[in-house]
């Protein structure tokens, strides 16, 4: 069955490391998403990609890259970890269906930067 | 930016009970979906309102989509324990083909 897994699933870094979550679909779908979750905000969009070499900014991207080299990958890289950036991370796929698209999520990535 | 709001934040009530979560907006969406979200797991979409006055039912849930596209219900009849979760709206952004998230009502319901 198609999927789309997050690792690692919890992670502890310090303030000013690198750090990369990794996001990896197995549905051939063109969009992939970054959200990170906390209480009060719902979900907010982070970075975005519509296909291989595509990537572009969401509401909350300060602090965070992306890349895109293949259709089924989508790491999230946080240049150097800030205590703001302790979230739960999402990350999400789905096919140009226009207005009936449905997201698949992965299970999330827990962070926290101590 | 477009907002999309969710009232009530917490609701708790008791089994067989009705209930009605509201999401509102001042911004029109080409679509709005419903999510719901367990604990330890991503959100799981439980349906997709596309046209403004659209009514879908799903088992004991009922989803409402204004006729302006700009606010839309969900309404469960005779809750269950089982439906104990976070529940999302979310507009869909044509611009960007991106998901806009309401901050979720988180439901529990008591046997």
């Known amino acids: 069955d198609a999927e789309i897994t997050q690792s690692p699933r919890h992670k502890i870094t310090e303030t000013g490391r690198q750090v990369t979550l990794a996001c990896h679909q197995t549905?051939?779908?063109?969009?992939m998403f970054w959200y990170r979750q906390d209480l009060g905000h719902g979900l907010r969009l982070i970075h975005y990609?519509?296909?291989?070499?595509?990537?572009n900014k969401g509401e909350v991207s300060d602090g965070y890259s992306v890349s895109r080299s293949n259709t089924e990958d989508l790491p999230l890289t946080l240049e150097s970890a800030a205590s703001s950036q302790t979230s739960v991370y999402f990350c999400?796929?789905?096919?140009?269906?226009?207005?009936?698209?449905?997201?698949?999520f992965g299970q999330g990535t827990r962070l926290t930067v101590v | 930016t477009q907002l999309l709001e969710q009232s009530p934040q917490f609701l708790s009530i008791q089994e067989g009970e009705n209930l009605t979560v509201y999401c509102n907006s001042s911004s029109v969406f080409s679509s709005l979906q419903w999510y719901r979200q367990e604990p330890g797991e991503g959100p799981v979409l439980l349906v997709t309102v596309v046209t403004g006055g659209e009514v879908k039912k799903l088992k004991r849930l009922t989803f409402q989509f204004g006729d302006a596209r700009k606010d839309s219900s969900l309404h469960i009849t005779a809750a269950q324990p089982g439906d104990t979760g976070l529940y999302l709206c979310?507009?869909?952004?044509?611009?960007?083909?991106?998901?806009?998230f309401g901050s979720g009502t988180r439901l529990q319901v008591q046997p």
């Open positions: 979310a507009g869909m952004d044509m611009g960007r083909r991106a998901l806009t």
């Open positions: 549905w051939n779908h063109n969009n």
């Open positions: 999400a796929s789905s096919e140009n269906q226009g207005l009936g698209s449905i997201a698949f």
């Open positions: 990609s519509y296909g291989v070499q595509d990537t």
